[in-house]
């Protein structure tokens, strides 16, 4: 049995000190590939840098992260755009919407959304999109350019039967973490709903860690927690649950890298 995270944060200062051994607990706990979305940049360095020492495990993305799009917007998208140019990657990510922490940006956002949406289809890359209290806005931008070769992750998806649906709609995945094991979540009701094809697993390390880990810093050892609390609530084996939202994370992102 392996296990993809196809979220995680490992380049981080939270990693700093004892990444050898986060990598060695994933792996005993079969997981074994770590796809690494960007943020802004401040983080390529690091990104790289990890990537590049584990070139086999840890695998980068390249995209501007929707709260980190600010007034220098322009300058820090033409630098994800030079990186997609020069160096290979997974996907597009992580790129999306977030009306969360600051809704002062949202025009930008969007704005730079739409760019690198662009940048993906141009580069036959999948996207990873970060969504937080901003899905039906980040469904319409996704469907506007959608041409039947757009294709990626709904990351850390917690939305309703009916978003769930207009993602498989679009021919896209939906992300799930550590929310699930959260009794408040709604995905124990959501689940059931949504065919294991379009279900990969994630963490979104170094944040929400799933129980009994539930404010501590997550890390990908923990994906046993998420996997087998779906197993629980769509009635499936845990070995079906790990081998099929691997074969889904293998088919998007392909042999890209």
Partial sequence: MT???THTHLYLEEF????????????SEAVTKF????????SIADLLALAEKYPDSCIPM????PCYVKENAADEL?????????????????????????????????????QQINWALELNLPIVIH?????????????????????????????????????IDLGFLMGIGGVVTYKKSGLAEVLPNIPLEFLVVETDAPYLSPVPFRGKRNEPSYLKYIV????????????EIAAKTTMNAEKLFGSSK
């Avoid at 796809?35 to 802004?40: E, G």
């Avoid at 087998?228 to 070995?239: D, F, G, S, T, Y």
């Fill in 131 to 167: 969504s937080r209290d901003s899905m039906q806005d980040c469904i319409a931008i996704v469907k506007e350019h959608q041409n039947g070769k757009l294709r990626g992750i709904f990351h850390c998806f917690g939305g309703s039967v009916e978003e769930a649906k207009q993602i």
């Fill in 62 to 65: 390249m995209g501007l992260h």
């Fill in 3 to 5: 296990i993809i995270d």
């Fill in 16 to 27: 700093k000190a004892d990444i050898e051994e986060v990598l060695q607990k994933a792996a």
């Fill in 228 to 239: 087998e609390k779906m197993a629980e609530i769509m009635k499936l084996p845990v070995e």
């Fill in 78 to 114: 033409k630098l994800v755009q030079d990186w997609l140019q020069k160096h290979s990657f997974a996907a597009v990510g992580e790129i999306g919407l977030d009306y969360y922490w600051d809704k002062s940006f949202v025009p930008q956002q969007k704005d730079a959304f739409r």
């Fill in 35 to 42: 796809y690494l979305p960007n943020v802004d940049s401040t």
